[in-house]
């Protein structure tokens, strides 16, 4: 039986996706649905004195309006930092309490979505306003967890003022990150239908079990009575995992109103009615002495939260993880303003601390006169510095080595601005990345049929990141059957357990257990054919028979494909559940993503730290007239354990460096300072990178074999690229130009 | 345009309506617009449900509207043609693109009572009956020039007008025409590759 | 969006009564009114498609005159070869612009009298907008965001950008705009089109209510043959220019006969540079005096915060677009 784990399959939902038949949310219709649609608030901080719906109410085919005053069975959940599956712990419209601008304030059903939005548009408020601020102010930062355990919060190891002194060179430098918001190409949605007490919601998720178990606790239902459906989602980046004030409200509103309600948030209002990535402040202290060895690194994060809830995307974690140092200190800091709960982000807590950490590690390589990539060489570590367990695996040299050649890293002259190319100053630039192995508990179901086919079914989800692919090809592989004959189903609560479609665990999590029912399923069919009076393995200890790509195999030779010896068992056919459970993993962790939460082991365990790594590097131009910063070339090499398909991984990898690409140069969500609001709230003014802007994108995928991180040796790759990518960009640009910018993103307006 | 007061000239009355059509008709002669040519009817008042006609992926189909119906509203609303797909609904991002009368057009920026008439031609019409994929959704399939697949309809289309209006010649002008679609997934150079793959086996 | 009726007119004279009516506005490509529509800043009470006037669809390229149907759509002729050899300076100024599908749908007229993108006019939970509402206030200029806007042409009222791309070819090449309305026909320099915001920003063109542009002409001039449109944006396609310049140049050997100048991404209205290009005239065109040309295009500039760059950005852009002209003046080494 062919091969298929690190093969180049096409993606088994490509028919439906080029055929426009994939159905995401909002293209199920139930029968008799009608159509919502939110108004928000103008202000920021202030109260809702009155709400006046008459002329919304008015418009014709509107057929009701809510506000905070008239929606019954309304129910609110916990935000996630205080424990819960909600997206913040602040819930609109219980209330005449405005707390970010944006906020929503009335809900309108209506016969069209037309008539739904303009409805909406009717809706005429007033307020009374307070001061608001949406910006953070550092000076009024604190410790996450300050008021009791700090849970690594703030780490020190050695004596930083000590190391600093010794140091033959060091940088204290500061770094910036803006606002920036997930974006996706599908807008949120909603669509609940209530027949008596039972529950379905279509709505694009990242975590159907996390959506379900906040219903059924908010509603007091069975779980049994509540569906949570998602095939298919458009992009997800973290901003479709917790539960939203939009989705308790659709379910409210379509209780209310007695049929389907389906809200489609507008595209301004998705920079409001979910999370984004918080702006942030980086500071950093790093001393090495002349060979470039660190003697001293100090990271101090300070990300921005709302006023209701402490949003933790610990990025000081995996700085402190990536360079031996003897003296090291983190704290990982937050600072309030006036928006609503932010969260994470692809990369929640890589992409800005990278683009600080290896910006400054360029920075002190520059004042040392060492090359960038040997800095990283010499600070190689095969142990975790401060956790001081070894790496389960760590390719990162390899990595650079790779790709240094690939890109013709030694070919530059380093000397800033002595490159060009016709009117184009020309930059090279590189930096690391790497990203956590989280894992999560994680079920699967696995049933195959003696006729040669598969079904397998958790509730995972593929969110554009290829799992309907890669999970028929491991049971594909396990089980001996083609690609093509394994039948993937997630995206339903009521599959067996699996995690959220984040942290870049699905892979790894939910691959885990889908290998883990087929090769339940080799050993309950090896059970059952060896006690057989006929067949090759008949009379053959069961113990002794091994199940090997598809056949299972004797001590001595014997041999029989799976699908021929389940073919010869009475049933025909068998269903097993296999379960992912990582020896690192507590009861609470699991106990937490059963009841559908993120429990989460690793990165670091007692025995392990486990990463993924990689290099990147960045060919910049820039203009001298225009002063654009393009990049013609960029160039990733990672290892990430045992790569499942060679295709969706090159895209997933790519894919992060096109975002990396759009975080250096492009995302920004502006801001009006006195009235708090985000500004350019649409897709033309929020820029992200369009086809013109990327050109050669080159993904190198290396060889790395890692046993510990579960039974597939697979570490997560959907967050890897974008890590590295702003600053290599970033130190490209001060290759070309001399110029430092250590506040993202990097404009024209930076270098004219 | 402006916010001037209206000029003091009377509105229109039916009567002068049909006046003009009888002076004027002759001498607006053949439009190529198919639309303003198959166009008839009285004013719409804002109110009023008028049914239009669209030629859908070949298909003559009957549908009523509101005059703020935009045409993807009315594709995916009203006949039920969920493959196009709305992912900003202000035209910014290209999601919604469909063939209007041969020309990529971003759908929800287009009244489709403005359009009464049109030939439009969705994701749904490439594929033949059969069911054999058009060579660009094969193309796009093999490339893996999609991750998530919300853009992907859109992004198809456009790259048939890219390769039909002779937009194709390298990959810079690909780029370039190609950037009306927006694509969070990163899935550009792939993209790009698979309109170079059907551009050649064109040639070829 | 709020309902409204609709009307298609089937000739000029029906097009302009039915336009003339208080509460009526034209549809064209409707890539800036049903984009306004949706979000709440225009509200007609009709809309008068006037894609119908099949007439209004033709240009052509004469050897003295070039003549643009305001129906004509920006894809055509941004893709027409023959324009791009006579007059490049107009096509790249077109398909520069937007994205192919919007440049398939939108028409010349309407290209011309686009809006702002000021984030404060387009959203109205804003209060204060003279533009949108007038006399409610700017908040661009209460504290506002001010890294868009006009560095040029503002006032204290309003300080909004004018994004249009080909409109600065128009102005840097003398192009006159046909009209008809009820009060008849009438001929406006481009230059004359488009108002300064002073105290009555809401007013953006001396166009009357029920004049329609039914035609473009530029007029053939040796430097329309050696222009270029040079546009800089944070992104590669598909974004408004953070600064642009619209230029032209006719030589007499080494000396400069004619020079036209035009700004993009920087000022309220459509800015031709006039003294720059003066600066230029009878004098050599080097990357000296072309760098000159860009500072003396934004001496007048007047800076807000976060928007001074668009000076430096500016003035680039100018020296770089006319060395790009240079190169294309016949017999240029």
């Known amino acids: 039986m062919a091969q298929t784990i690190n093969t180049s399959v096409t993606r088994t939902d490509a028919p439906r996706k080029v055929t426009g038949t994939a159905t995401y949310a909002a293209d199920v219709m139930p029968a008799g649905m009608l159509h919502g649609a939110l108004a928000t608030s103008a202000i920021a ?51 005449t309490g405005i707390q970010y601008a944006g906020q929503p304030i009335a809900y309108v059903v209506a016969e069209t979505a037309a008539s739904a939005r303009r409805g909406a548009q009717l809706i005429k408020a007033t307020y009374d306003e307070k001061e608001s601020q949406i910006h953070m102010d550092p000076e009024e930062s604190f410790v996450i967890g300050a008021s009791g355990d700090s849970k690594g919060m703030v780490t020190t190891k050695g004596d930083v003022a000590q190391g600093l002194a010794e140091a033959t060179q060091s940088v204290d430098v500061e770094y910036t990150t803006p606002f920036q918001h997930h974006n996706p190409m599908e807008m949120f949605a909603a669509t609940a239908e209530w027949r008596g007490d039972r529950l379905t919601v279509w709505m694009p998720s990242q975590s159907v079990r996390t959506l379900r178990a906040g219903i059924v606790a908010a509603y007091g239902l069975p779980e049994t009575s509540v569906r949570v459906i998602s095939p298919f989602v458009g992009g997800a980046f973290g901003s479709k995992a917790g539960i939203t004030p939009y989705t308790m409200l659709t379910i409210a509103v379509a209780k209310a109103v007695g049929a389907p309600v389906r809200l489609i948030v507008t595209r301004p209002q998705m920079y409001t009615v979910a999370t984004f990535r918080p702006e942030s402040l980086q500071k950093f202290r790093i001393g090495a002495d002349a060979t470039g060895k660190l003697t001293a690194f100090e990271h101090i994060e300070i990300s921005q939260t709302s006023q209701f809830d402490v949003v933790v995307n610990p990025g000081t974690h995996i700085t402190r993880a990536m360079y031996a140092c003897p003296n090291i200190h983190t704290e990982q800091r937050v600072a309030r303003s006036d928006t609503n709960t932010g969260g994470f982000m692809r990369a929640p807590s890589e992409m800005q601390t990278f683009f600080g950490l290896e910006q400054a590690m360029d920075e002190l390589a520059l004042k040392l006169g060492v090359d960038p990539v040997e800095m990283r060489r010499v600070n ?373 | 345009m402006t916010n001037k007061t209206a000029h003091p000239k009377a509105g229109l009355s039916r009567r002068g309506f049909l006046g003009t059509t009888g002076a004027f008709g002759t001498a607006l002669g053949i439009g190529t617009d198919k639309a303003a040519a198959q166009q008839s009817g009285p004013d719409v008042a804002a109110g009023d449900q008028p049914k239009i006609t669209l030629n859908v992926n070949g298909q003559r189909r009957t549908l009523t509207v509101e005059p703020r119906t935009t045409l993807v509203e009315a594709l995916r609303d009203t006949l039920g043609l969920t493959g196009t797909k709305i992912g900003c609904n202000q035209g910014q991002c290209g999601a919604c693109t469909v063939l209007l009368d041969d020309r990529p057009v971003n759908s929800c920026l287009t009244l489709a009572l403005s359009v009464d008439g049109a030939e439009v031609v969705t994701v749904e019409g490439l594929a033949d009956p059969a069911g054999k994929l058009h060579p660009m959704q094969q193309a796009f399939a093999e490339h893996d020039a999609f991750q998530c697949g919300y853009c992907t309809p859109g992004q198809i289309l456009s790259a048939i007008a890219c390769i039909d209006e002779g937009h194709a010649s390298d990959a810079a002008e690909i780029r370039e025409y190609m950037s009306g679609n927006l694509c969070r997934c990163g899935a550009y150079p792939n993209i790009v590759a698979a309109v170079e793959t059907v551009r050649d086996s064109k040639e070829g | ?307 001074a760059y668009k000076i430096r ?11 790009t002209a240079k190169s294309r003046v016949k017999g240029a080494k």
């Not at chain 1, 109260?47 to 309304?74: H, M, Q, W």
């Not at chain 1, 089980?479 to 942290?503: H, K, R, Y």
């Not at chain 3, 950005?313 to 060395?323: P, S, T």
């Open chain 1, 45 to 95: 901080v202030g109260t809702l004195t009155a709400i006046d719906t008459s002329r919304a109410k008015a418009e014709p085919g509107v057929i009701a309006v809510f506000t905070y005053e008239n929606l019954p069975d309304y129910k609110s959940v916990k935000g996630l930092y205080s424990g819960g599956p909600g997206s913040a712990s602040f819930w609109p419209m219980e209330g």
């Open chain 1, 380 to 752: 190689d570590t095969r142990r975790h510095p401060v956790a001081d367990v070894p790496f389960s695996s760590r390719s990162l040299m390899e990595c650079y080595d790779s790709v240094l050649e690939s890109f013709g890293w030694r070919d530059r002259n380093s000397d800033v601005g002595s490159m060009t190319d016709g009117d184009w100053l020309v930059g090279y630039g590189c930096a690391t990345a790497t990203y956590p192995t989280n894992i999560l508990a994680s079920n699967a179901r696995v049933r195959m049929q003696g006729t040669g086919g598969a079904y397998i079914e958790l509730a995972a989800h593929d969110v554009g990141t290829g799992s309907y692919t890669i999970f028929a090809q491991i049971a594909a592989a396990r089980l001996g059957l083609p690609v093509e004959a394994c039948d993937v189903m997630m995206g339903q609560a009521d599959f067996p357990v699996a995690p959220l479609s984040g942290g870049s665990c699905t892979a790894a999590s939910a691959g885990s257990a889908v290998h883990d029912a087929c090769m339940r399923i080799g050993r309950a069919v090896a059970a059952q054919i060896s006690a057989q009076s006929e067949g090759p393995l008949s009379g053959v200890d069961p113990a002794q028979i091994t199940l090997d790509n598809g056949v299972l195999r004797g001590p001595s030779g014997q041999s029989q494909p799976l699908v021929e010896a389940l073919a010869s068992t009475p049933a025909g056919e068998i269903e097993m559940v296999g379960e992912f459970r990582h020896p690192a993993m507590t009861d609470k962790m699991i106990r937490a993503t059963f009841n559908g939460g993120y429990g989460t082991a690793g990165p670091v365990t007692p025995e392990f730290a486990m990463f993924a790594f990689g290099a990147e590097m960045a060919e910049v131009h820039i203009h001298r007239w225009t002063h654009e910063i393009r990049v013609p070339r960029l160039h990733g090499a990672f290892a990430a354990g045992t790569i499942l398909n060679r295709k969706t991984a090159h895209s997933q990898l790519m894919g992060g460096m096109v975002w990396g690409v759009g975080s250096a140069l492009h995302e920004i969500t502006e801001t009006d300072k006195p009235r708090a609001r985000f500004l350019n709230t649409n897709i033309a003014e929020y820029l992200i990178p369009v086809n013109a802007d990327i050109r050669e994108v080159r993904v190198e995928m290396l060889e790395e074999q890692d046993d510990y991180v579960n039974p597939l040796g697979v570490k997560g790759i959907g967050e890897l690229g974008i890590v590295g990518t702003a600053a290599a960009i970033a130190n490209a640009v001060h290759h070309a130009t001399g110029k430092r910018l250590r506040n993202l993103p990097i404009r024209m307006s930076d270098l004219v």
């Open chain 3, 1 to 307: 969006m709020r309902n409204f009726a609709y009307h298609r007119p089937r000739s000029l004279s029906d097009a302009i009564d039915a336009a003339s009516v208080a509460g009526a506005d034209i549809l064209a490509g409707g890539t800036t009114m049903v984009d306004l529509m949706k979000i709440g800043v225009r509200e007609p009470d009709t809309l008068v498609d006037i894609t119908g006037l099949s007439d209004l669809e033709g240009y052509d390229i004469g050897t003295d005159r070039i003549r643009f149907g305001a129906l004509a759509r920006m894809a055509k002729v941004g893709d027409d070869d023959a324009l791009k050899s006579a007059a490049p300076v107009l096509t790249e100024s077109l398909w520069k612009a937007a994205s192919p599908q919007l440049r398939h749908a939108a028409r010349l007229g309407g290209n011309i009298v686009q809006r702002t993108r000021c984030p404060y006019f387009r959203d109205t939970a804003f209060v204060q907008c003279n533009k949108r509402a007038p006399g409610s206030g700017c908040a661009a200029l209460d504290g506002g965001e001010t890294n868009l806007h006009a560095i040029l042409g503002g006032s204290k009222a309003c300080v909004a950008m004018y994004p249009g791309d080909w409109a600065q070819a128009l102005i840097a090449f003398d192009a006159k705009v046909m009209t008809q309305g009820p009060g008849g026909k009438r001929t406006i320099p481009f230059g004359d089109l488009h108002v300064l915001p002073g105290d009555t920003p809401d007013v953006e063109t001396i166009l009357e209510p029920g004049e329609i542009v039914t035609a473009i002409t530029v007029p053939v001039v040796p430097a329309l043959k050696a222009s270029h449109y040079l546009k800089a944006r944070d992104r590669e396609s598909y974004a408004f220019a953070s600064a642009s310049a619209a230029v032209g140049i006719e030589m007499d050997g080494d000396t400069v006969r004619d020079a036209r100048i035009a700004l993009g991404g920087v000022a309220s209205v459509p800015w031709r540079a006039r003294e720059a290009e003066e600066s230029l005239k009878g004098g050599p065109l080097t990357e000296e005096t072309a760098r000159e040309a860009g500072r003396i295009a934004f001496a007048g500039a007047q800076p807000l915060e976060g928007s």
């Open chain 3, 313 to 323: 950005l500016g003035a680039d852009v100018v020296a770089g677009a006319l060395m």
